[in-house]
C-alpha cells in the first residue's frame, strides 16, 4: 500500500492550542474541500510504503514527541494513514491528526491510534462552502473519545449565525472543547480584529472556552 505525501519537515506548531511544540510534520496530498482563504496549494507528491515514510521519518532528530499529519486532507488515505499510525505509535510517538473535521467514517477507522485531534468547523460563511453541520457532529462526537480542539477560520465575511450555529453543536456534543478562532490572514486588519474580538465575546456569553490564535507560521515566516 502506497500513500501520497507533499512534505516531511521539522518545525513548530503553528496553530492552534499546541501552539509553539516542535513536531515532525506528515502533509499529506488531496483534500477534499476548496476553501475561499486555502493557503495551502499541493501539486505534487512523492509515494511512500509506511515503512519507508517510517524510515524517513527516522532522519530527523528525535526531539519531537509528536507527529502531525496534515493536508489536504489525511482522512482521505485512511488505510494508509492507520498503518503508518500503528508504526509512528509503536515508536513512541503521539499522533496529532489536523483535519477539516468532515469524514467521520473514515476516523471511526482511525481513532483508536490517534491521541490528540485538531478539527477544522468549516464555517459555510468562511469558506464559500456548503454548511457540514451533519458531519461536523457526527465527526465531533467520534473526536471526543480522544483530546479534541476546534478551530474555526473567520474573514470579513464571516456571519455570526454561522459561529452560533458552531457553539451550539460544541455545546451539545463536548461543551468542554476549545474553540480556536483563527482570524484569516488575508484579511488582517481592524476591521478583522474587532470582529474577532466580538466572536470571543459571544464564545464567553454561550459558555464555550474560545481564544484567538493567528497562524504563527505567517507571522514568523517559517514553513
Ligand atoms: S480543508 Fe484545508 S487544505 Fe482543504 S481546501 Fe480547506 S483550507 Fe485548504
Redesign the pocket.
Known sequence: MKGKINDIFESIQGEGIYLGEEQLFVRFFG?N???K??D?QIHNFMEYEPQQLLQALEGYKNTCQAISFT???PLLQKDFLKEVMSLTKKQGYKNYLET?GILHQELEEVIDLVDIIAM?VKLPSS?GQRGFWQEHRAFLKIASRKEVFLKAVVCHGTEESDLRQALALIKEINPAAILVLQPNSFDDDERLRKKMHDFKEICAQEDVQGCIIPQIHKILKLE
Do not use: I, S, Y
Open positions: 483534500c474541500l476548496e476553501c482563504f486555502c495551502t493536508g489536504g486532507e477539516n477544522d469558506t
